[in-house]
T-cell receptor, first 111, second 113 residues
């Protein structure tokens, strides 16, 4: 089945800097890749997703890139703010198979 | 629109006791999921419903876990008897059918003593 690896496990950046989180997946047939933000005591919140028919998607300060050949995708957050501090999860799936999550990245934005 | 509602938010029980969690999905979402999230890990799917039918329960420990969605709306997840390793956050998510984005509730944090 699908396996999703996520790096780094922790990331600290200065406020205003960019943050990049990377994920790799094992199943070349996977075609849907969402990113979730999870704050303490809350459930995961969908922040952006990408399907395999596009290579990049952007929403204000957040962007996701997908490289199908290399089977990896990345989350880019620009102009980071303290409220971006949270745990971020990538995930992948194909068709109606279950969503498989990475182990998460704890992002700390230092003011 | 109202999000996915879950209750209770916290539950503490002793091992070998039973426990039940409740989920009310976003209105109109036919697909409902239960996930287990162990501390420091990503959510892992336990069971997926489409309306009131089970789509995938391959990762549900059926000797102790059960779930139902009788009328195709609310769902309950039960553990009986609980083991220490069941300590986790149990998340419910819902989506429109056809691979649409999943939206999560805030979960139930279960502690087993």
């Amino acid at each position: 089945g699908e396996n999703v690896e996520q790096h780094p496990s922790t990331l600290s950046v200065q406020e205003g800097d960019s943050a990049v989180i990377k994920c790799t997946y094992s199943d070349s047939a996977s075609n849907y890749f969402p990113w979730y933000k999870q704050e303490l005591g809350k459930g995961p919140q969908l922040i952006i997703d990408i399907r395999s028919n596009v290579g990049e998607k952007k929403d204000q300060r957040i962007a996701v890139t997908l490289n199908k050949t290399a089977k990896h995708f990345s989350l880019h957050i620009t102009e980071t703010q303290p409220e971006d501090s949270a745990v971020y999860f990538c995930a992948g799936k194909k068709g109606n198979t279950p969503l498989v999550f990475g182990k998460g990245t704890r992002l700390s934005v230092i003011a | 629109e109202a999000g996915v509602a879950q209750s209770p938010r916290y539950k503490i029980i002793e091992k070998r006791q039973s426990v039940a969690f409740w989920c009310n999905p976003i209105s109109g979402h036919a697909t409902l999921y239960w996930y287990q999230q162990i501390l420091g890990q990503g959510p892992k799917l336990l069971i997926q419903f489409q309306n009131n039918g089970v789509v995938d329960d391959s990762q549900l420990p059926k000797d102790r876990f059960s779930a139902e969605r009788l009328k195709g709306v609310d769902s309950t997840l039960k553990i009986q008897p609980a083991k220490l390793e069941d300590s986790a956050v149990y998340l419910c998510a819902s989506s429109l059918p056809g691979g649409q984005p999943q939206h999560f509730g805030d979960g139930t944090r279960l502690s087993i003593l």
